[in-house]
């Protein structure tokens, strides 16, 4: 049965072609317009209002409307909004760029600009391909990544991601990359426990560098988390293991950090924990606190020389775009990094994620659709099952996380789901009340769901007798 729309629903309709999303859906479901929003909460046309447990797609770090921000992104718009970025620079480039190198892994000096996660990506493929041209090695012409990798959705990206949503429909056009299985804690083959285990799951990598080292110009990797592919976590052995890998095969390594840079793990950045510099670093979504698009690829003098130049060699990087190193978001990145130097927001992510974790773990250790709940930093995951003892998944056709998501939306909580996974990544300023909230909503709404669910089941089972 379709909804009344609002006005504003019934237009957006009539133009508007939202992004992952079956449109047909939204004849059941339409949008939420939403009208304001404010620190946690997003606020819509009728005034409800809905906890933003996933930082509108993982980008809001400090709230919505935050005033400082605003008030920085203000007073740039009315002194420069933007300047062509080729022959031309600007001090908040310039800031970024000095404060990006000062706080990232040691020996990343080299900033270029982007203006999303995706191109990040393409940016920093392309810059491992030509460097290895212009230094020889000829024969390096694909690249490394993992089953369940997410990286992105040009086509570049599409060719080292690894989830079939997303890539089995474009394979004809993709790049041909050599795959690793990549790390599963939940379902560890192993047997291992994540706080102990020494990756023995770098294997693969290993065993496929071995055989393909002579032609594989990098390995991609998402550190820590494999955000799009249900939020898989692994150790930071792992990484350590993949630094010394790529090193011995001598192959790049490409951290995209663009989902878990900026304190989403517990550390300014993922590979900190492993101790680990790779060569390239993507960055985006938090770069900008959620304000505007904006990405960089951090790099090594290394990689930089090989580009450096008489323009006759043809060695310069030839890759651009309009907006490249915007002022007004180059600006918001300058605040948002000044933020985490002058306010203690590492600390306050571990304090909440210390208090997110506990009220979790009692929340749903005992629920028997949970098979597990998993967090690093204030990332947490429930992985919703069938079968407990078994990992068995739930059927991916009844669309349960999709289903659970609306509920929870009824009851003012945004948690967009990853198929069956549930997943809070809440901006840092949440309080410890809103922590209970997203908590204690999430139980309820998951009870409530699976209650009803059993009840269908068994009143459609003609073995089924309520006494």
Same mark, same amino acid.
């Given at each position: 049965?379709?909804?009344?729309?609002?006005?504003?629903?019934?237009? %957006?309709?009539?133009?508007?072609?939202?992004?992952?999303?079956?449109?047909?859906?939204?004849?059941?479901?339409?949008?939420?317009?939403?009208?304001?929003?404010?620190?946690?909460?997003?606020?819509?046309?009728?005034?409800?209002?809905?906890?933003?447990?996933?930082?509108?797609?993982?980008?809001?770090?400090?709230?919505?409307? &935050?005033?400082?921000?605003?008030?920085?992104?203000?007073?740039?718009?009315?002194t420069l909004e933007h300047v062509i970025f080729a022959n031309f620079t600007h001090e908040p480039a310039v800031k970024v760029a000095e404060k990006l190198v000062a706080l990232t892994p040691p020996g990343l000096q080299k900033v270029f600009f982007? %203006?999303?996660?995706?191109?990040?990506?393409?940016?920093?493929?392309?810059?491992?391909?030509?460097?290895?041209?212009?230094?020889? @090695?000829?024969? @390096? @012409?694909?690249?490394?990544?993992?089953?369940?990798?997410? =990286?992105?959705?040009?086509?570049?990206? *599409?060719?080292?991601?690894?989830?079939?949503?997303?890539?089995?429909v474009y394979q004809p056009l993709l790049l041909d990359t050599v795959r690793a299985q990549g790390p599963d804690c939940f379902r560890c083959p192993f047997n291992e426990k994540p706080e102990s285990c020494q990756a023995q799951c770098i294997r693969?990598?290993?065993?496929?560098?071995?055989?393909?080292?002579?032609?594989?110009?990098?390995?991609?990797?998402?550190?820590?988390?494999?955000?799009?592919?249900?939020?898989?976590?692994?150790?930071?052995?792992?990484?350590?293991?993949?630094?010394?890998?790529?090193?011995? /095969? %001598?192959? =790049?390594?490409?951290?995209?950090?663009?989902?878990?840079?900026?304190?989403?793990?517990?550390? *300014?950045?993922?590979?900190?924990?492993?101790?680990?510099?790779? %060569?390239?670093?993507?960055?985006?979504?938090?770069?900008?606190?959620? /304000?505007?698009?904006?990405?960089?690829?951090?790099?090594?003098?290394?990689?930089?020389?090989?580009?450096?130049?008489?323009?006759?060699?043809?060695?310069?990087? *030839?890759?651009?775009?309009?907006?490249?190193? &915007?002022?007004?978001?180059?600006?918001?990145?300058?605040?948002?990094?000044?933020?985490?130097?002058?306010?203690?927001?590492?600390?306050?992510?571990?304090?909440?994620?210390?208090?997110?974790?506990?009220?979790?773990?009692?929340?749903?250790?005992?629920?028997?659709?949970?098979?597990?709940?998993?967090?690093?930093?204030?990332?947490?995951?429930?992985?919703?099952?069938?079968?407990?003892?078994? @990992?068995?998944?739930?059927?991916?056709?009844?669309?349960?996380?999709y289903q659970i998501y609306q509920n929870a939306l009824e009851k003012g909580l945004l948690i967009r789901p990853l198929g069956n996974i549930l997943y809070f990544m809440p901006p840092y300023i949440i309080s410890a009340e809103e922590i209970h909230?997203?908590?204690?909503?999430?139980?309820?709404?998951?009870?409530?769901?699976?209650?009803?669910?059993?009840?269908?089941?068994?009143? &459609?089972?003609?073995?089924?007798?309520?006494?």
């Open positions: 049965m379709k909804q009344v729309l609002t006005e504003l629903q019934a237009r %957006d309709l009539q133009h508007v072609w939202h992004p992952c999303s079956q449109m047909k859906d939204y004849e059941q479901f339409p949008p939420i317009v939403i009208k304001s929003g404010e620190g946690v909460w997003l606020y819509d046309e009728n005034g409800k209002r809905y906890l933003d447990a996933v930082s509108s797609w993982w980008v809001n770090l400090f709230g919505h409307a &935050n005033k400082r921000i605003s008030q920085a992104l203000s007073e740039q718009a009315f982007a %203006d999303n996660g995706s191109a990040a990506i393409e940016v920093a493929l392309k810059m491992s391909f030509q460097y290895h041209m212009q230094t020889g @090695k000829t024969s @390096k @012409k694909r690249f490394l990544a993992l089953t369940d990798a997410y =990286h992105g959705e040009t086509l570049g990206a *599409l060719s080292v991601g690894g989830v079939d949503l997303y890539n089995e693969s990598v290993e065993e496929k560098l071995d055989a393909h080292h002579e032609e594989i110009t990098a390995v991609i990797i998402e550190p820590l988390i494999q955000a799009a592919a249900g939020m898989k976590m692994y150790p930071p052995i792992y990484l350590r293991k993949l630094r010394e890998l790529c090193t011995a /095969y %001598d192959v =790049h390594l490409i951290a995209d950090e663009i989902a878990v840079g900026f304190g989403r793990t517990g550390t *300014l950045f993922a590979c900190e924990q492993a101790e680990i510099s790779p %060569d390239f670093m993507c960055l985006s979504k938090g770069l900008t606190g959620g /304000y505007l698009p904006l990405s960089v690829v951090l790099t090594t003098d290394t990689v930089y020389d090989a580009f450096y130049d008489e323009y006759g060699t043809m060695k310069a990087f *030839l890759h651009s775009h309009s907006y490249t190193g &915007n002022t007004l978001a180059c600006r918001v990145a300058l605040e948002v990094l000044t933020m985490f130097e002058e306010e203690n927001y590492i600390e306050m992510i571990q304090q909440k994620g210390g208090l997110m974790r506990k009220l979790a773990e009692e929340a749903f250790s005992h629920l028997p659709y949970v098979g597990e709940y998993r967090q690093i930093g204030l990332v947490g995951a429930i992985e919703l099952v069938a079968d407990r003892n078994t @990992k068995e998944p739930l059927p991916s056709e009844e669309r349960i996380g909230f997203m908590i204690d909503t999430t139980k309820q709404t998951i009870e409530s769901f699976f209650a009803e669910r059993e009840g269908r089941t068994c009143s &459609n089972d003609p073995q089924y007798s309520p006494l």
